[in-house]
Nanobody, 129 residues
């Protein structure tokens, strides 16, 4: 079982940066891919970024490519975490950001919400113009 808790959201101005963190508990965390999704008011949840189970492979959506970076830290089982570094932020990045843990062990490349079993509650990110 994996439990996820996000932090780091807030209000920033366009062009500024934020770093989101997602701490994970559970024995399977280090063996599954992780991702960030976001959902703006009135819109569906959309994929933002993915990192493979061992951190060797990352993939980000075209809308954030060159601005957002995903990473993870599996070194300490007591504080496993996945991060989303967001630079050069834009008002259209405003959304609730959720981290998610994939269903498949040792997976790679999952970008669909249906491929993720465990979700955090989300953290609000607001970018003003």
């Amino acid at each position: 079982q994996v439990q996820l808790v996000e932090s780091g959201g807030g209000l920033v101005q366009a062009g500024e940066s934020l770093r989101l963190s997602c701490t994970a508990s559970g024995s399977t965390f280090s063996r599954v891919a992780m991702a960030w999704f976001r959902q703006a008011p009135g819109n569906q949840r959309v994929f933002v970024a993915h990192v493979s189970w061992n951190g060797d492979y990352t993939y980000v959506a075209d809308s954030v490519k060159g601005r957002f970076t995903i990473s993870r830290d599996n070194r300490d089982i007591t504080k496993n975490a996945v991060f989303l570094q967001m630079n050069s932020m834009k008002p259209e990045d405003t959304a609730v950001y959720c981290c998610a843990a994939a269903r498949r062990l040792y997976g790679l490349g999952e970008t669909l919400a249906s491929e993720y079993d465990h979700w955090g509650q989300g953290t609000q990110v607001t970018v003003s113009s």
